[in-house]
């Protein structure tokens, strides 16, 4: 799991960021490398989940977002990630 600091205060051009980096992350989940993004209400923290089989692999996708290079960041090995799906599961019947 990777927890980015955003800058304070958020500037414009930071804001401008903002449809390149939803490319490149739906780029990451289409790829399944990218299980989880969340902003914190105050928009002061991101938290994402990526599944990466090195450091190395990690730190290469954190890398292809934009805004990472404004960013300061951290990360740590999960154990284990659960989560629940919230749209029903459809029938064909």
């Known amino acids: 799991m ?4 955003v800058p ?23 790829s399944g490398k990218l299980l989880s993004y ?11 989940v990526m599944i990466a089989e090195s450091e190395s692999e990690l730190l290469a996708y954190i890398d292809e977002l934009p ?3 404004y960013m300061d960041f951290d990360y740590n090995e999960l154990m284990f990630y659960n989560t629940v799906h919230l749209l029903p599961a459809m029938s064909l019947n």
């Open 38 to 48: 969340t902003v914190a209400a105050d928009r002061s923290r991101v938290w994402a």
């Open 2 to 5: 990777v927890e980015f600091d």
């Open 8 to 30: 304070q205060p958020i500037t414009e051009d930071f804001l401008n960021m903002i449809p390149e980096q939803r490319a490149s992350l739906d780029d990451l989940f289409a």
């Open 67 to 69: 805004m990472t290079p």
